[in-house]
């Protein structure tokens, strides 16, 4: 269940904190954004020249979509953000007015800079030479608290939409453009610094829109569940922190994957011994029913629970799922360090969704890394040792499982 609600206070707050609270409602929990504006108080014929302007912006912009090759009608979601900086065309002086506002996963909103981006934040992603799959929508990786993009509500795990520098339309990249690039994080700050693009004159600085997409933030409760585990009955988080200091909980595709989607649970499988050292637990979440997941534990000796959540509800309340043309919504490959107090310590959204063994093996042993371990250890233990004749004709005499090969 999403909701989406619109509260203003009639009552000034301090100017010293004007901020408006963004919170997103889900069935499995509330992410909460604040995101800055200026307050104003609506008076007489100042609110004519909001409406002139709103109206205004809503009309540049759907001409833009409608005319422009590579802007997407996608991005036509974000034109209530855009519109309202007109706003701030009423000045007051009876002081800033508290503003709080409710806003749906899935939802573009976006992020102005007007000075270098620095290390402000972290955009990864990309890669793809079609730029057709959303797999490889570019994603924010990592953003510094307290920085300009904090403050304007960027979070882990939100989706690059589009980027515009100055006011010239050529200057828009696209979402399907993002999709094909190498280094996106360098192509974006580089434009934020530059003071021309696409042979037009511009300002230092850059306009980015971003897609909401509800991933659970370090820090942040991780929302409860309780599943069909593949060592039968049910499992909760709790049972599942019970006795732990962290829990290590990953989500993938599942047997709907091409190939069946085994090279995570092998890995994590093999750095198990690794994770006991430190404290931690293993878990992983995907849509697989219960008794498929007991049938891959029991041949491939998956020694921790495999869940099952089906609806995708559970992948849905931690930000984990994507929709994908022929499959509809499917989980999608994240990985979560949970504390033993409940609460989300680190978050992965950069596995990939069709990761390779080797890439697999690397996240692993940095999930190994975070935990205090020796990542260069336990990289040698994760990757896949070369199989020889002798293995392969065990596994097919069913004398060792592909799990132990």
């Known amino acids: 269940a999403l909701s989406l609600t619109l509260h203003i206070p009639t009552t000034p707050t ?35 020249a909001v409406v002139a302007a709103a109206c205004h912006g809503v009309l540049r912009s759907c001409l833009l979509a409608f005319a422009v090759p590579n802007v997407q009608r996608s991005s036509l979601r974000s034109l209530l953000p855009a519109v309202l900086p007109g706003a701030a065309l009423l000045g007051s002086a009876d002081g800033a007015v508290g503003q709080e506002q409710q806003i749906r996963i899935g939802m573009n909103y976006k992020v102005r800079y007007t000075t270098p981006i620095g290390d402000d934040f972290f955009v990864g992603g990309g890669g793809n030479s079609l730029g057709t799959s959303k797999a490889y929508n570019p994603r924010v990786w990592y953003v510094k608290p307290g920085s300009p993009a904090w403050e304007q509500g960027l979070r882990i795990g939100d989706e690059l939409v589009l980027a515009k520098k100055g006011t010239a339309t050529e200057t828009l990249i696209s979402e399907e453009g993002f999709r094909t690039m190498q280094d996106i994080d360098k ?15 511009a300002p230092v600085g850059i306009d980015l829109v971003f897609r909401l997409c509800g991933v659970v933030q370090p820090d942040d409760p ?54 006991a050292e ?63 107090d409940g609460k989300v310590k680190v978050s992965y959204v950069n596995v990939g ?43 097919i005499t069913g004398v060792k499982s592909p799990g132990e090969s």
């Open 14 to 48: 301090s100017a010293a904190s004007p901020a408006m609270t963004v919170a997103v409602a889900t069935t499995g929990g509330d992410s909460r954004r604040r995101l800055p504006h200026k307050g104003f108080a609506l008076k007489g014929i100042a609110l004519c």
């Open 187 to 201: 192509f974006i700050k580089d434009m934020a610094i530059s003071r021309t693009f696409a042979d037009f004159p």
């Open 222 to 275: 991780a929302p409860d569940f309780k599943l069909p585990a593949s060592t039968g009955g049910e499992l909760s988080l709790k049972e599942l922190l019970q006795g732990n200091k962290y829990l290590v909980l990953f989500f993938k595709q599942g047997s709907r994957y091409n190939g069946g989607d085994y090279a995570e649970v092998k890995a994590f499988n093999r750095a198990q011994k690794i994770l």
């Open 278 to 340: 430190l404290n931690a637990t293993l878990a992983c979440i995907t849509q697989d029913l219960p008794n498929v997941l007991a049938s891959q534990a029991k041949y491939s000796k998956i020694n921790f629970p495999l869940l099952c959540d089906y609806d995708c509800s559970v992948a849905t309340s931690y930000g984990s799922t994507i929709d994908l043309p022929g499959l509809g919504r499917v989980t999608d490959r994240k990985t979560f360090i949970i504390g033993y």
């Open 353 to 395: 969704y069709d990761s390779d063994k080797n890439r697999l093996a690397n996240h692993v042993a940095d999930v190994v890394r975070v935990l205090g371990g020796n990542a260069t250890l336990a990289k040698e233990e994760i990757k896949p040792k070369p199989k020889t004749l002798g293995d392969m004709l065990d596994v």
